[in-house]
């Protein structure tokens, strides 16, 4: 295998634990090479997430090397061939070179192998299939380096036997045109996606929320998920998901106000959020997708928040909603209503500039206040206290302890 350029090594390339693991592994006579997503990045100039590498030496043999050097190893798939080293407080996944046996469509059993270009032509895209030196030279197997200049998400060789061999490849194959494409999406990719969809079925919930949610994170992510719509793609895993411009709309909104991207958030727009009192169309898409209870019950909220906020809300509104959402609510509410009224929404950005500076607010009481009044504990002073909650709100949320007391009293 040739080299096919060189970049400078990027700075997390470089560090102190990057080093001394490249160095480890190399200490047995084979070479040893960063691999996939952390290469096609670095050649892109992006920050790199996964640290992986690759080498010919067999996961024992692993082991043993970082052992040797001192470096924390953890087995975490020997049986697939790869093995964690934690140093320098990083994370690096080393997988020896394998070649497909056989595969299911959701799992592959595999043989290692030394040939680098076996290894490269089992992976899924070709902007996937490159291999980094420590001291930068690349190594393109599949055309990578090609297919990241001109925006190309390709399979490796024939698109429906990447696709047979693991059928999350079709998200894959989507989420990587919305971080990494330009202009029409491959053409053979595209057709075996939309040939191969009804296998999304197979796939468990927690892979295709995974996929799903980091799509949605891509810049403008709504052309890509219309091509889904548009392949029967969206159709196999979350129906529901429809409502693509005001995903759109959303994802404009939140960059006229400098609100970070978020995928729970741009998953609850593509479901029609805000859409009334019931979230049970939230919590049915949240079950489906096995989201974590945290995402399930944020999602339940923005579907129903309980609250309005209409364009030219007045500030006794805007207080209410920040009163009952929390301010991450809060804003959730603000930019999808914002969503949903579109470019006449841009009114909406002046209730996150008005209240960024106000706390949240505080209802001044707590049980203690009535039981010091003489009110027996029981049901009867979460009645009182919500009574005086609702004059507290009645009033613009604007009275203090005193008030509040005072209110609590001529209760009493």
């Known amino acids: 295998m040739e080299p096919a350029g060189h970049i400078d090594p990027p700075e997390w390339m470089r560090t102190a634990g990057a080093q001394k693991v490249a160095a480890a592994l190399s200490g047995g006579g084979a070479p040893v090479r960063f691999v996939g997503g952390c290469v096609r990045d670095a050649v892109l100039g992006r920050r790199a997430k996964d640290l992986d590498l690759a080498t010919p030496e067999p996961p024992q043999r692993v082991l043993e090397l970082l052992a040797d050097a001192g470096i924390r190893a953890i087995p975490t798939g020997i049986a697939h061939g790869t093995v964690t080293a934690v140093a320098g407080g990083e994370h690096f996944e080393i997988t020896t070179l394998r070649r497909d046996v056989s595969t299911d469509g959701r799992?592959?059993?595999?043989?290692?192998?030394?040939?680098?270009v076996e290894d490269a032509a089992r992976r899924d895209f070709t902007i996937?299939?490159?291999?980094?030196?420590?001291?930068?030279?690349?190594?393109?197997?599949?055309?990578?380096?090609?297919d990241i200049e001109t925006g190309t998400v390709r399979f490796v060789g024939d698109a429906a036997t990447r696709i047979e061999e693991d059928h999350l490849r079709i998200l894959r194959f989507f989420r990587f045109f919305a971080h990494y494409g330009k202009g029409e999406p491959d053409a053979d990719g595209?057709?075996?996606?939309?040939?191969?969809a009804p296998t999304l079925q197979t796939l468990s919930a927690e892979r295709i929320a995974g996929e799903i949610l980091g799509l949605l994170t891509a810049p403008g992510p709504a052309a890509t998920v219309t091509l889904m719509a548009d392949a029967g793609v969206m159709s196999q895993i979350l129906p529901e998901a429809t409502h693509i411009v005001a995903l759109a709309n959303l994802c404009a909104a939140e960059e006229a106000a400098g609100v970070e991207a978020d995928s729970v958030r741009r998953l609850a727009a593509l479901l029609g959020a805000p859409s009334g009192p019931d979230g049970a169309l939230a919590r049915s898409a949240a079950e489906r997708l096995k989201l974590s209870n945290a995402q399930g019950?944020?999602?339940?909220?923005?579907?129903?928040?309980?609250?309005?906020?209409?364009?030219?809300?007045?500030?006794?509104e805007l207080r209410h909603a920040l009163?009952?959402?929390?301010?991450?609510g809060f804003t959730d509410l603000v930019l999808l209503t914002w969503a949903q009224a579109g470019d006449s929404g841009s009114?909406?950005?002046g209730h996150l500039v008005q209240t960024a500076k106000w706390p949240v607010p505080r209802f001044p009481l707590r049980g203690a206040d009535a039981l010091e009044l003489g009110v027996a504990p029981g049901p009867r002073v979460g009645e009182l206290l919500s009574q005086v909650e609702a004059w507290w709100i009645e009033g613009g949320l604007?009275?203090?302890h005193g008030d509040c007391l005072a209110k609590l009293k001529e209760l009493l």
Not at 139 to 145: A, I, K, R
Not at 297 to 316: C, F, K, S, Y
């Open 107 to 116: 799992h592959a059993t595999v043989a290692f192998t030394g040939d680098w």
């Open 128 to 146: 996937n299939a490159l291999f980094c030196d420590a001291d930068g030279t690349l190594f393109d197997p599949m055309g990578g380096l090609a």
């Open 190 to 196: 595209l057709a075996a996606c939309a040939r191969l």
């Open 297 to 316: 019950n944020r999602l339940t909220q923005m579907m129903a928040p309980g609250v309005t906020i209409a364009a030219r809300a007045p500030e006794p």
């Open 323 to 328: 009163y009952k959402l929390g301010r991450e």
């Open 347 to 349: 009114a909406f950005s």
């Open 398 to 400: 604007t009275a203090g």
